[in-house]
């Protein structure tokens, strides 16, 4: 094997789409920084961008470093698990040569240099985010430039961020952090407080993308309906749409990331008819039982998230919904998990992620009582999820015969495959193209003439629209 150059180095993301934008960040600073990307067996330094949410995406990230420490490498651990754990996580793994917070990121660059020469920088030491900015979220514009918030790096005079890909779809952060309570969510502790972009920075970011040939945004953060509180301008948002949809070479713009019970009239209705944004409803409904939601510290029930949904189908009829759920979570009875069931049938989503609870430390949920069984836990999301199966594809089904563009991302040995409106990237579907002679990154004027599963078959040879 020919060792690996000194100043090499390769990139690993785990986890959500915000993790994307801070190894974009990343990226540029380490170019910046004279280091050269190369692919993952020929880098003499792997940094893992880790995921720190629930249990399963821990240990993703622990494999991802035991799996990248091998062949001589050094591998650098950063992301939301080395925030979070910091020098804990750096004992208990001694395959990372270095563990290190978002306070490094600015110097990126520097610390694989001290890695690469064999003398990394002291893990980073936990402390709670929350605690680092005002708690007025109206005072934090003026403290924020002295926290490090990844994703926020972009500077007016030019990109700070390189792309990692050249997919016609690229993610844009609205904001970081979270000041919501959730009782079974950790990740304010380790994100910090609710911290929006100005507007003038997100638009200047994303003429950059599509300078780099994406076609759509989409719109990333903790929680978008949000953005602008702490710009003193609540309908921040609503008013940034049709800006972005404006922007020359953009196409499609999508929210993800909405809070059902901050979703207001005017940002649902921006959401819904704005020329240019996909009428698109990534709601964060957990649950449907009104007893379950209090528990978690949450708002809302049956009736109230049919009605949101409701509100949204009388402007836009063939809207995209998708929605996460918890189940098994302290407290819950057979009664409401009939409830959510109850729901799930009536609100006609196209997609629908099933997550059993687990207790994640430091929140409050974790010394919560009527705690159930693993296995218990098991069954009910092996229950769930075998209803959200036969739910998603009943409404794909409904589509058979709908109008839909659909924007090519690949072209391959299966054919043309992209996404129509009510498809969100990697978790809700793809459309296969027939009778396409499209280009990647074009968007296709199609007919829905099947379905499978999620995913759908739509005839782009017919009838023009």
Same mark, same amino acid.
């Given at each position: 094997?020919?060792?690996?150059?000194?100043?090499?180095?390769?990139?690993?993301?785990?986890?959500?789409?915000?993790?994307?934008?801070?190894?974009?960040?990343?990226?540029?600073?380490?170019?910046?920084?004279?280091?050269?990307?190369?692919?993952?067996?020929?880098?003499?330094?792997?940094?893992?961008?880790?995921?720190?949410?629930?249990?399963?995406?821990?240990?993703?990230?622990?494999?991802?470093?035991?799996?990248?420490?091998?062949?001589?490498?050094?591998?650098?651990?950063?992301?939301?698990?080395?925030?979070?754990?910091?020098?804990?996580?750096?004992?208990?793994?001694?395959?990372?040569?270095?563990?290190?917070?978002?306070?490094?990121?600015?110097?990126?660059?520097?610390?694989?240099?001290?890695?690469?020469?064999?003398?990394?920088?002291?893990?980073?030491?936990?402390?709670?985010?929350?605690?680092?900015?005002?708690?007025?979220?109206?005072?934090?514009?003026?403290?924020?430039?002295?926290?490090?918030?990844?994703?926020?790096?972009?500077?007016?005079?030019?990109?700070?961020?390189?792309?990692?890909?050249?997919?016609?779809?690229?993610?844009?952060?609205?904001?970081?952090?979270?000041?919501?309570?959730?009782?079974?969510?950790?990740?304010?502790?380790?994100?910090?407080?609710?911290?929006?972009?100005?507007?003038?920075? =997100? $638009?200047?970011?994303? +003429?950059?993308?599509? *300078? %780099?040939? #994406?076609?759509?945004? /989409? !719109?990333?953060?903790?929680?978008?309906?949000?953005?602008?509180?702490?710009?003193?301008?609540?309908?921040?948002?609503?008013?940034?749409?049709?800006?972005?949809?404006?922007?020359?070479?953009?196409?499609?713009?999508?929210?993800?990331?909405?809070?059902?019970?901050?979703?207001?009239?005017?940002?649902?209705?921006?959401?819904?008819?704005?020329?240019?944004?996909?009428?698109?409803?990534?709601?964060?409904?957990?649950?449907?039982?009104?007893? =379950? $939601?209090?528990?978690? +510290?949450?708002?809302? *029930? %049956?009736? #109230?998230?049919?009605? /949101? !949904?409701?509100?949204?189908?009388?402007?836009?009829?063939?809207?995209?919904?998708?929605?996460?759920?918890?189940?098994?979570?302290?407290?819950?009875?057979?009664?409401?998990?009939?409830?959510?069931?109850?729901?799930?049938?009536?609100?006609?989503?196209?997609?629908?992620?099933?997550?059993?609870?687990?207790?994640?430390?430091?929140?409050?949920?974790?010394?919560?009582?009527?705690?159930?069984?693993?296995?218990?836990?098991?069954?009910?999301?092996?229950?769930?999820?075998?209803?959200?199966?036969?739910?998603?594809?009943?409404?794909?089904?409904?589509?058979?015969?709908?109008?839909?563009?659909?924007?090519?991302?690949?072209?391959?040995?299966?054919?043309?495959?992209?996404?129509?409106?009510?498809?969100?990237?990697?978790?809700?579907?793809?459309?296969?193209?027939?009778?396409?002679?499209?280009?990647?990154?074009?968007?296709?004027?199609?007919?829905?003439?099947?379905?499978?599963?999620?995913?759908?078959?739509?005839?782009?040879?017919?009838?023009?629209?």
């Amino acid at each position: 094997m020919v060792p690996p150059s000194p100043r090499t180095v390769s990139l690993v993301t785990l986890g959500c789409a915000r993790n994307e934008v801070d190894s974009e960040e990343l990226a540029a600073r380490l170019d910046a920084g004279g280091w050269t990307f190369t692919e993952d067996e020929d880098a003499s330094v792997v940094l893992v961008n880790t995921c720190g949410f629930i249990d399963a995406a821990k240990k993703d990230s622990i494999d991802a470093v035991l799996t990248a420490a091998g062949d001589g490498r050094r591998v650098v651990a950063v992301g939301c698990l080395a925030e979070r754990y910091g020098s804990e996580l750096a004992a208990s793994l001694p395959e990372a040569d270095a563990v290190l917070g978002f306070d490094s990121y600015a110097d990126i660059a520097a610390a694989l240099d001290s890695v690469a020469a064999g003398s990394p920088p002291e893990p980073h030491v936990p402390r709670d985010r929350r605690t680092l900015l005002p708690l007025a979220p109206a005072a934090r514009p003026h403290a924020a430039h002295e926290v490090a918030l990844p994703g926020h790096a972009w500077l007016p005079q030019g990109a700070t961020r390189r792309r990692l890909d050249d997919a016609p779809t690229a993610y844009l952060k609205l904001a970081s952090g979270c000041d919501r309570r959730c009782t079974f969510c950790a990740i304010p502790s380790f994100r910090g407080a609710f911290v929006s972009r100005p507007p003038e920075q =997100v $638009l200047a970011e994303a +003429r950059w993308l599509a *300078s %780099t040939g #994406a076609r759509e945004l /989409v !719109l990333v953060s903790e929680n978008s309906t949000s953005y602008g509180k702490d710009l003193g301008n609540l309908r921040a948002l609503e008013r940034l749409l049709p800006d972005l949809a404006a922007i020359e070479g953009i196409e499609r713009v999508r929210v993800s990331y909405l809070q059902p019970a901050e979703l207001r009239p005017s940002l649902l209705e921006a959401v819904a008819t704005t020329p240019g944004v996909a009428a698109y409803f990534d709601l964060s409904f957990q649950h449907a039982s009104a007893s =379950v $939601l209090r528990r978690m +510290r949450r708002f809302g *029930s %049956t009736e #109230a998230f049919l009605d /949101v !949904l409701g509100r949204a189908r009388d402007l836009a009829p063939d809207l995209g919904a998708r929605s996460n759920v918890i189940v098994g979570f302290p407290g819950e009875t057979e009664d409401d998990l009939a409830e959510l069931e109850r729901f799930l049938v009536a609100a006609r989503l196209d997609a629908i992620g099933v997550f059993g609870y687990s207790d994640e430390e430091g929140t409050d949920a974790a010394a919560f009582d009527g705690k159930l069984p693993t296995e218990e836990i098991q069954q009910r999301v092996a229950r769930v999820s075998a209803l959200a199966d036969e739910l998603v594809a009943q409404r794909a089904e409904e589509r058979v015969g709908a109008k839909v563009s659909v924007l090519v991302e690949e072209i391959g040995e299966d054919g043309v495959v992209g996404r129509a409106a009510h498809q969100g990237p990697d978790t809700d579907g793809v459309t296969l193209l027939t009778g396409a002679d499209a280009g990647r990154g074009s968007f296709v004027p199609a007919v829905v003439v099947d379905s499978e599963g999620v995913d759908l078959v739509a005839d782009a040879a017919g009838p023009a629209w």
